[in-house]
């Protein structure tokens, strides 16, 4: 009488099916992760350089706002991992007492992007919002 | 009888591709994952401890009077930062934030020459106060902090508001 003894083909295959979906899910979920944490990093510096750069332009003159270059004054150390990013400004008016100031950071290709915007208003003040 | 023991040479072979193929996938993401962490400095702003920090310290600047340029046996430095800072009540207060300590922060609070409150954050990383001055004149304050391997990780400028 012949004893066989092992698993079947069909038993193999499911069970490399089920190693195979845990081991995909495992790898998938840990780049994700790695993924999130590094645009998590990014996201935190970008920021900085712009809460730097609203600092220095919400003290400017509410005449002059315009007139400045549409980069940033501000020190862009912090976003050296992000090399190579651009920085840019840009004013708008929407009415004449009013400006609204958008500042923005792209890097990763221009595929990412952070942006903070401060509204200027004409107080007929000096070094107020 | 014949009695067979032990793998075949095939199965041992297929095993270790398989085990080689996973071993080839892990050590390629690992080694991403290492490249990166070289390439950005530490996220400190995940830290309780340095939010509080930088809380405070955002709170305390913008609503700083005048920066003293001594009080109390402290001076201003790259490790010492004095504001003559307003309370919530309107009265003034002077504030002697202490980086001095390696991991430590210290906030001590004067009523007068009277020390009224002292507080420390622990486990935070070593940072340095700088001036930053814009072209309007103004005074801002720069605080900076490097992670281990020399990479910037924060770098905030606090400006105080206009008071007058």
């Known amino acids: 009488m012949s004893k066989e003894r092992g698993f079947s083909l069909v038993e193999v295959l499911v069970g490399l099916l089920i190693l195979t979906i845990v081991i995909t899910t495992t790898i998938v979920m840990f780049t994700e992760r790695h993924r999130r944490l590094r645009q998590a990093n990014e996201t935190i510096l970008a920021y900085q350089a712009l809460s730097n750069e609203v600092e220095i332009w919400r003290r400017i003159d509410f005449a002059q706002l315009d007139g400045q270059p549409p980069t940033f004054q501000s020190d862009t150390s912090i976003l050296q991992p992000l090399k190579p990013f651009n920085a840019a400004v840009k004013v708008d008016t929407p009415r004449a007492d009013i400006k609204n100031v958008t500042f923005t950071v ?3 290709k221009g595929q990412r992007e952070a942006h903070l915007s401060i509204l200027r208003a004409d107080t007929g003040g000096k070094g107020l919002w | 009888m014949k009695r067979e023991r032990g793998f075949t040479l095939m199965e041992v072979v297929v095993t270790m591709a398989v085990f080689g193929l996973f071993l080839i996938i892990i050590v390629i ?3 991403e994952m290492r490249q990166n962490e070289q390439r950005y400095p530490i996220n400190y702003m ?4 340095v939010v509080a ?3 405070r310290l955002r709170k305390d600047i913008v609503d700083t009077k005048y920066y003293p340029m001594s009080f109390q046996g402290y001076s201003q430095s790259n490790k010492t930062l ?3 800072t307003l309370k919530q009540t309107g009265f ?3 504030v002697v934030y202490d980086f001095r300590t390696a991991g430590e922060v210290h906030r001590k609070a004067f009523n007068a020459t009277q020390l009224s409150s002292d507080w420390v954050a622990r486990g935070v990383p070593d940072f340095e106060v700088g001036a930053f001055s814009l072209s309007t ?5 720069r605080i900076t902090a490097k992670d281990a391997q020399n990479q910037l990780a924060i770098d905030q400028i606090f400006l105080p ?4």
């Open chain 2, 29 to 31: 993401l690992t080694a």
């Open chain 2, 46 to 49: 995940a830290h309780p401890e």
């Open chain 2, 137 to 141: 004149g103004q005074d801002a304050v």
């Open chain 2, 82 to 84: 004095l504001l003559y």
């Open chain 1, 106 to 108: 792209r890097w990763n």
């Open chain 2, 92 to 94: 003034g207060e002077t």
């Open chain 2, 53 to 55: 920090v930088m809380a």
């Open chain 2, 161 to 164: 508001r206009a008071h007058d």
